[in-house]
């Protein structure tokens, strides 16, 4: 995010009353819920904040900003990325995620099953083992893992970490709706697998991987509703922008390294990866 958009959206933020995470879950807990994504430059949400007078954003410690770390692991062929490149049902995702402005860190499995059910579990972790999983994380992947997949031993023995994302995100809550809206910023991509080769590191993907990538002065907003379209659904739609498919995992992968199927990304990875 720019210099001048940046403190014009922290200046807009000051107007909002806060709301404090425990809050957040009761007023919009959203177990169940359908989320749109969209990624646009970050005057438009300069303006989007002076039009939502009714959300409350979260608040910790007088912070209104996070720093998130997350890193992602998969196989040897990448078999999380391209189920979801090729949208089988089967599909699942193993991060650590850290929060850099508390410390705390956390492995998150989420799988989805044949019937389109998902489960997403969290684990405690240590945030200096956060580039690697230990074996008690591979045990909780396992297990979580099982209850969709049968091999899920041998999916999890060989997890590698394969990207590393970093940016800034601010969450609002809509107290009389029960909707919530993330904003993320600053969002950077860069592939966290290396080996050596001939004395130096080199990325671990193909011929066509590249060091990093980002989404430069570009925000990513999610709206997270009970199902219908919110308040920031209808004022984005009003203004052409429209939902894009977006995982930070897959489009990042895809943008580091061509040689990936993308087709699921292209109009993404196009339009606003740099």
């Known amino acids: 995010m720019s210099a001048v958009v940046g403190t ?6 000051a107007g909002f009353a806060p709301v404090s995470l425990t809050e957040i879950q ?13 990624v646009v430059p970050a005057r438009v949400v300069a303006e989007l904040l002076a039009d ?14 996070f720093g998130y770390e997350s890193v992602y692991f998969d196989t040897p ?6 189920s979801a490149a090729h949208g089988r049902r089967r599909r699942f995702k193993v991060r650590t995620r850290t929060y850099a402005d508390s410390g705390e860190c956390v492995v998150e499995v989420k799988v989805k099953g044949g ?7 969290r684990l405690e972790y240590e945030r200096s083992s956060a580039a690697a999983l230990d074996p008690r ?9 099982v209850r969709a997949r049968p091999d899920a031993q041998s999916v ?18 809509d107290p009389v709706a029960g909707t919530r809206l993330t904003c993320d910023s600053s969002l950077l991509c860069t592939l966290a697998g290396t080996q050596v080769l001939a004395g130096r590191s080199v990325p671990r993907r193909g011929a066509g991987a590249q060091g990093s990538a980002s989404l ?17 659904d209808r004022w984005l739609w009003a203004r052409g922008h429209r939902p894009v498919s977006l995982s930070k995992y897959c489009v990042g992968l895809a943008a580091l390294d061509d040689a990936l199927p993308s087709n699921r990304w292209s109009r993404t990875l196009r339009r606003h990866v740099l």
């Open 8 to 13: 014009q959206v922290d200046s807009l933020l």
């Open 137 to 145: 994380a591979r045990a909780f992947a396992e297990a979580v893992l």
């Open 77 to 82: 062929s990448l078999e999380a990325y391209r």
């Open 216 to 232: 430069g002065d570009q925000v990513v907003l999610e709206s997270k509703s009970p199902g219908t379209a919110t308040a920031v």
């Open 156 to 173: 999890v023995e060989v997890l590698e970490p394969t990207l590393r994302t970093t940016y800034d995100r601010t969450t609002f809550v």
């Open 26 to 38: 009761e007023l919009a807990d959203l177990q169940t819920r359908v989320d749109r994504k969209y």
């Open 115 to 121: 019937r389109g059910e998902t489960v997403k579990e």
């Open 52 to 65: 939502q007078e009714g959300l409350r954003v979260l608040e910790i410690d007088g912070r209104r900003r």
